[in-house]
Nanobody, 127 residues
Framework: QVQLVESGGGSVQSGGSLTLSCAAS????????VAWFREVPGKDREGVSC????????VYKESVKGRFTISKDNTKNMVYLHMTDLKPEDTGRYYC????????????????????WGQGTQVTVSS
């Protein structure tokens, strides 16, 4: 069964750090482009970061550049999102996602490009 499971969310104060983890089962993340999204009630799900299956190139939403780092550990079949200098506007439920198509090597921060989703992990940043 193809599955993604996120973990590592929590409540932190502004300026704090968290590392989110995304564990895959049923398929190898090494062959897939993987993205992180976040969602706040009443707003569209927004792309935060993506790591391409081609050369592990990464893309970031402008507001998180310099603060968030996406990485892959192919030996563990995991993708991580290391978040530093967190701000209240980073609050949301964070999801990792992968496309069904292994040939999608381009990093898109558009949710409709992805087919496989985890259940999400909540991040709350207080001021």
């Amino acid at each position: 069964q193809v599955q993604l499971v996120e973990s590592g969310g929590g409540s932190v104060q502004s300026g704090g750090s968290l590392t989110l983890s995304c564990a895959a089962s049923g398929f190898s993340l090494e062959a897939y482009t993987v993205a992180w999204f976040r969602e706040v009630p009443g707003k569209d799900r927004e792309g935060v970061s993506c790591v391409s299956s081609k050369d592990d190139g990464s893309v970031y939403k402008e507001s998180v550049k310099g603060r968030f780092t996406i990485s892959k550990d192919n030996t563990k079949n995991m993708v991580y999102l290391h978040m530093t200098d967190l701000k209240p506007e980073d609050t949301g439920r964070y999801y990792c996602a992968a496309p069904n198509n292994v040939r999608q090597v381009t990093c898109f921060l558009a949710w409709w490009r992805y087919d496989i989703w985890g259940q999400g992990t909540q991040v709350t940043v207080s001021s």
